[in-house]
C-alpha cells in the first residue's frame, strides 16, 4: 500500500491550508487513516482519527481549527487546518491500516511539510 501526502506549504499565522493523503495498490478496504505531525526536534504527535465508517477524533490542540475527512470511494483522507499557529509547523504524516481478514498492518506516507510563519 502506498500512500501520497501532498498539499502542505508556507502560509502565515491565521490562514488555512488542506492536506490531503491518497491510499492506492491497497488488495483490501482502507481501515483508520490518521494524520501525524512531527514538528522540529519533537517527536511525532497524533493530530487526527477517522475510521471507515467517518467517526472522527482529534488532539486537543486542534480541535476547532482542524477538520478531518475522508472519501472512500477515492481512498483519501484530507485535513482541512484553519487558524494555523506558527506552533502547527510540523512535516505531517499521513497513515492508514488495513486488515486481511488475519491481521491489521500499517503504512505511513512520505509527509509533507507544513510551515506557519507568525
Known amino acids: 500500500v502506498q500512500l501520497q501526502a501532498y498539499g502542505g506549504g508556507l502560509v502565515r499565522a491565521r490562514e488555512s491550508l488542506r492536506l490531503s493523503c491518497v491510499a492506492s495498490?491497497?488488495?483490501?478496504?482502507?481501515?483508520?487513516m490518521e494524520w501525524y505531525r512531527q514538528p522540529p526536534g519533537k517527536q511525532r504527535e497524533l493530530v487526527a482519527t477517522?475510521?471507515?465508517?467517518?467517526?472522527?477524533d482529534k488532539a486537543d490542540f486542534v480541535k476547532g481549527r482542524f477538520t478531518i475527512s475522508r472519501d472512500n470511494a477515492k481512498n483519501t483522507a484530507s485535513l482541512q487546518m484553519s487558524s494555523l499557529r506558527p506552533e502547527d509547523t510540523a512535516v505531517y504524516y499521513c497513515?492508514?491500516?488495513?486488515?486481511?481478514?488475519?491481521?491489521?498492518?500499517?503504512?505511513w506516507g512520505q509527509g509533507t511539510q507544513v510551515t506557519v510563519s507568525s
Open positions: 497513515s492508514a491500516n488495513t486488515f486481511d481478514g488475519l491481521k491489521w498492518s500499517s503504512y
Open positions: 495498490g491497497s488488495r483490501f478496504p482502507i481501515g483508520t
Open positions: 477517522i475510521t471507515s465508517t467517518g467517526l472522527t
